[in-house]
Nanobody, 125 residues
Framework: VQLQASGGGLVQAGGSLTLSCVVS????????MGWFRQAPGKEREFVSA????????YYSDSVKGRFTISRDNAKNTVSLQMNSLKLEDTAVYYC???????????????????WGQGTLVTVSS
């Protein structure tokens, strides 16, 4: 399973960005998917996750109400719409797949067995 994330960039505080992650080499429609991020000097943290058909969605408290995760199983893509971006959202964002489960097993990075390379989001003042 290969994951390719894109869409990062430089944005002013209060702005918006949409990240996308294309998955290949497996059966995307059967995977739970997630987004994580890692800010400089900090540990990787959970951002959002979605089950195989989008019926169960989870967000961290820090992004709830501002970020929206979605998936398009026909295009093997999971997206993260990020609105009202804050300086503290600056991080490398990683998409992750759990190829073993359709349902989100948890918000720990250990639950996700496949990872993309990350895309950098920088929020400026």
């Amino acid at each position: 399973v290969q994951l390719q994330a894109s869409g990062g960039g430089l944005v002013q505080a209060g702005g918006s960005l949409t990240l996308s992650c294309v998955v290949s080499g497996g059966t995307f429609s059967t995977y739970a998917m997630g987004w994580f991020r890692q800010a400089p000097g900090k540990e990787r943290e959970f951002v959002s996750a979605i089950n195989w058909i989008g019926l169960s969605i989870y967000y961290s408290d820090s992004v709830k109400g501002r970020f929206t995760i979605s998936r398009d199983n026909a295009k093997n893509t999971v997206s993260l719409q990020m609105n009202s971006l804050k300086l503290e959202d600056t991080a490398v964002y990683y998409c992750a797949a759990d190829p073993k489960r359709r349902w989100v097993a948890g918000t720990s990075s250990a639950e996700f067995g496949a990872w993309g390379q990350g895309t950098l989001v920088t929020v400026s003042s």
